[in-house]
């Protein structure tokens, strides 16, 4: 089975990477637009799909665009395949075959879209996949590490202003799935805490076999999965950021994967970290007028004090 990466099958357009590159505009802060192109089915690039799959998912980018009760799972001449409809994670729609698929037939998921005023062909939204050979589902995650900090400008999303640029520090975790999980990574959604407290999450399909972020929508999800910051400063002259990041320090990252309706959990990976921002410098103090030290003024003061005496005492005479 080849499985060195996989598409994102879409109606019309696919938002790979949306918002990784460049902030998102002022109109997408108002929200998305109903729109059945903005629909992903997360599937291998082949696409070939493990007999042994425990399901198969159909996801909205950032909005309800079509109706889950509508999703079916067929073959390729149209005959329906038994399988449980499930409300998923990040609003997806999930299909949960009754039995395994039969390797080497075609099947093509579809559902329909209820967005008005779009084209009638636009309605039905579907992908096709072939079956490939049942592989183990993975226990095995694979592994975790941060890279050094990173200090400079960046974007914070989120807010009114949809971003704000700000200077701190940056943290860009690396992650290697297992040989076992890239058959399966179309189907496995994320979370990641720090210090045990929630920090990102991505949906299906949004990490890619080399580990990568492929897609992700910074309007929905304010924090990339694989970075962490913290904001040491941020021009005046524009709205404060909406979310500071994390204090200053040392930290533990935690990755979880979940494969979708799998019973064979997978292992949450840590990692520790650290954020820095730079002391401010202390401004040095302005020099100051020392005048006459209590030391030297009393001296002065006192030799001064002899001289005006001996001057009005004037010279001594010897009287005979």
């Known amino acids: ?20 590159a460049k902030p998102p ?48 799972l067929r073959t390729e001449d149209g005959a329906d395949v038994e399988a449980s409809l499930l409300q998923g994670r990040h609003g997806s729609a999930v299909l949960v075959p009754a039995t395994p698929l039969t390797p080497g037939t075609r099947y093509r998921m579809e559902g329909h879209s209820p967005c008005a005023g779009y084209p009638e062909e636009w309605d039905t939204v579907s992908a096709t996949f072939t079956a490939g050979p049942a592989v183990a589902l993975p226990a095995a995650s694979g592994t975790l590490r941060a890279a050094p900090e990173q200090h400079g400008p960046f974007q914070v999303f989120g807010g009114a202003s ?65 970075t962490v910051y913290s904001v040491c400063e941020f021009s005046r002259q524009q709205p404060p950021p909406t979310d500071p990041g994390l204090a200053p320090g040392t930290h533990v ?35 100051r007028s020392e005048g006459c030290s209590q030391a030297g003024g009393g001296l002065a003061a006192f030799g001064l004090l002899a001289t005006l005496r001996l001057w009005r005492r004037g010279p001594r005479t010897n009287r005979p």
């Open 1 to 20: 089975m080849k499985t060195p990466g996989w598409t994102a099958l879409t109606v019309g357009v696919f938002l790979g990477g949306l918002g990784l």
């Open 25 to 72: 505009s002022a109109e997408a802060c108002s929200g998305v637009a109903c729109d059945p192109r903005m629909i992903r089915v997360p599937l291998p690039e082949d696409p070939v799909v493990p007999a042994n799959v425990p399901a198969l998912v159909m996801l909205p980018m950032g909005w309800p665009l079509f109706d889950s009760e509508s999703l079916r």
């Open 253 to 287: 990252a935690t990755l979880r994967p979940v494969l979708e309706q799998s019973g064979t959990p997978l292992s949450p990976l840590e990692v520790f970290f650290e954020l820095t921002c730079p002391e401010n410098e202390p401004e040095p103090e302005a020099p």
């Open 162 to 226: 949809c971003s704000t640029e700000v200077e701190g520090s940056q943290v860009t975790l690396g992650f290697t799935p297992s040989p076992e999980l890239v058959p399966f990574l179309p189907w496995v959604h994320w979370a990641l805490d720090v210090d045990g407290q929630p920090w990102a999450s991505a949906p299906h399909g949004a990490v890619g076999p080399a580990g990568t972020l492929l897609f992700l929508d910074r309007l929905q999800y304010p924090h990339a999965l694989l």
